[in-house]
């Protein structure tokens, strides 16, 4: 089976060790959940893997690409989506899009059609030519989500993505990644919100103090918890507590 993602011997320490050899592979075409408390190192691991930190020790492979040592070619395989929205507020999604096609070098003729699409998928057509400053938090993170889809990424790292957002807007946004999981892509995922990783993930890793404490399926982890036919929040709190 082709790997999206492969940690090994990861480490990253600031005080302390954030990310503490830390090994994991992610299957190509999985919707997968990061799991942890506060603190635990996901965000960190997220963050060496798009590219946005160096890892103090260890190595990451993107579809065989090596991130640290061909990092452009690495980026052009990911999108990042962090817990924040990051836009230009004076930009509409309309001209969000087009500026973030254009770093990626996607065709004007391609950009506009996927522009569309992005658009009317997560109900944002009728304001595509509002500027950004005025969005709420939960418009705002739907144009990113747009922008971070734009170039048709084949791995998609969200940090807490729902975080803040209704259920109109989370329900649209989960959506789309599973449609995105279902046409090859593959999904990486931090959620607080566990009853989401529980319905949308394939497999689940849960970390604690920057190392992995168990990993599989939602019944796997049962098995490891001796928690049959309990719910992901019970299993979690299981796991993390015997840390």
Same mark, same amino acid.
């Given at each position: 089976m082709e790997s999206a993602l492969e940690l090994r011997g990861l480490r990253k320490s600031y005080a302390r060790p954030a990310v503490d050899d830390l090994h994991l592979t992610i299957h190509a075409g999985e919707f997968y959940a990061l799991l942890g408390p506060n603190g635990a190192g996901k965000t960190t691991?997220?963050?060496?893997?798009?590219?946005?930190?160096? =890892?103090?020790?260890?190595?990451?492979?993107? *579809?065989?690409?090596?991130v640290l040592a061909d990092p452009i070619a690495a980026k052009r395989l990911i999108a990042w989506l962090p817990d924040e929205p990051? $836009?230009?507020? &004076?930009?509409? =999604? $309309?001209?969000?899009?087009? *500026?973030?096609?254009? #770093?990626?070098?996607?065709?004007?003729?391609?950009?506009?059609?996927?522009?569309?699409?992005? #658009?009317?998928w997560l109900d944002l057509w009728d304001n595509r030519n509002q500027r950004c400053e005025g969005f709420s938090r939960g418009m705002k993170q739907k144009v990113a989500l747009a922008g971070a889809l734009i170039h048709e990424p084949k791995l998609l790292i969200l940090d807490e993505p729902l975080t803040g957002l209704?259920?109109?807007?989370?329900?649209?946004? &989960?959506?789309?990644?599973?449609?995105?999981?279902r046409n090859g892509a593959t999904v990486i995922l931090t959620t607080h919100i566990l009853e989401?990783?529980?319905?949308?993930?394939?497999?689940?890793?849960?970390?604690? &103090?920057?190392?992995?404490?168990?990993? @599989?399926? #939602?019944?796997? #982890?049962?098995?490891?918890?001796?928690?049959? @036919?309990?719910?992901?929040?019970?299993?979690f709190l299981e796991l993390t507590a015997k840390e």
């Open positions: 691991t997220l963050r060496m893997v798009a590219g946005l930190l160096r =890892p103090d020790a260890g190595t990451i492979h993107v *579809f065989g690409v090596d990051m $836009l230009y507020d &004076k930009l509409t =999604p $309309l001209e969000y899009l087009e *500026f973030v096609a254009g #770093l990626w070098a996607v065709d004007r003729k391609t950009a506009t059609a996927r522009a569309v699409e992005l #658009l009317r209704d259920a109109a807007t989370s329900r649209q946004v &989960k959506d789309l990644l599973v449609a995105r999981v989401v990783a529980e319905r949308l993930a394939e497999r689940i890793g849960i970390i604690n &103090k920057g190392k992995l404490l168990a990993e @599989g399926t #939602l019944d796997d #982890l049962r098995n490891r918890s001796g928690m049959a @036919g309990s719910s992901l929040e019970d299993v």
